[in-house]
């Protein structure tokens, strides 16, 4: 269970559906998750090969965490490659982690990891 004064974002989530006749995404309806919280890290990867502005990438990934002790939702695995909308910056969910209770096995909180 996560202390609930640390619950400070908002989310919204998409389920991916398909893509239309031009090839655009399409996405399911809002889900709106709150509260939570979303730790961002960055990830700065250059080649020991190359020079100094050369093969250099950067990667934006971060966890959503949700508790559904304040949160009632059930996030399956449906939703990877769908969309998390967290601050207007869109990411792409990779990974769903649920973490259970030891003994009875209900969901006490759920990991999202985007990139």
Known sequence: MIDKR????EAII???IGMDEWGAELFSED???RPCRFDQSTNHVQSQKSGASKN???NYAGVLYI???????EIDRSYIDGQLIVDNQAYIISRIIP??????KRI???EIEVI
Do not use: G
């Open 6 to 9: 640390m619950l400070v974002d």
């Open 14 to 16: 998409k389920k991916r």
């Open 31 to 33: 889900l709106y998750i």
């Open 56 to 58: 250099r990438t950067v």
């Open 67 to 73: 508790d559904t002790d304040y949160c009632n939702v």
């Open 99 to 104: 973490n259970r209770h030891p003994m009875n």
């Open 108 to 110: 006490l909180t759920y």
